[in-house]
Nanobody, 122 residues
Framework: QVYLGESGGGLVQPGGSLRLSCAAS????????MGWYRQAPGKERTLVASVSTDGTPKYTDSVKGRFTISRDNTKYTVYLQLIDLRPEDAAVYYC????????????????WGQGTQVTVSS
């Protein structure tokens, strides 16, 4: 069974913080790097952070120093800590493998969870 379930989004003021969580099925999580992606209205979904199986993180330049990705291999869960949020960080945030499950050959379809909305506004 394939599963991705994101949570933790919300409305915060600029400079605020959130912690996102993603519960994944073992078929996606185990043995794969995991990533957090985001999609703002009218824009493509892009990878903002990823974490390898041994916990090594990578970030896109715009979030370095503000976002922290981590994973709990015992819980098949990946986290994204967001601090110093800016209006341009507002988006729906998704997790998936890095690369995504379809590209890993885990799913036939372009499978994604429902995402979690992050809104940054005063």
């Amino acid at each position: 069974q394939v599963y991705l379930g994101e949570s933790g989004g919300g409305l915060v003021q600029p400079g605020g913080s959130l912690r996102l969580s993603c519960a994944a099925s073992p078929s996606i999580f185990s043995g794969n790097a995991m990533g957090w992606y985001r999609q703002a209205p009218g824009k493509e979904r892009t990878l903002v952070a990823s974490v390898s199986t041994d916990g090594t993180p990578k970030y896109t330049d715009s979030v370095k120093g503000r976002f922290t990705i981590s994973r709990d291999n015992t819980k098949y869960t990946v986290y994204l800590q967001l601090i110093d949020l800016r209006p341009e960080d507002a988006a729906v945030y998704y997790c998936n493998g890095d690369p995504p499950a379809q590209d890993l050959g885990i799913t036939l379809d372009d499978y994604w969870g429902q995402g979690t909305q992050v809104t940054v506004s005063s």
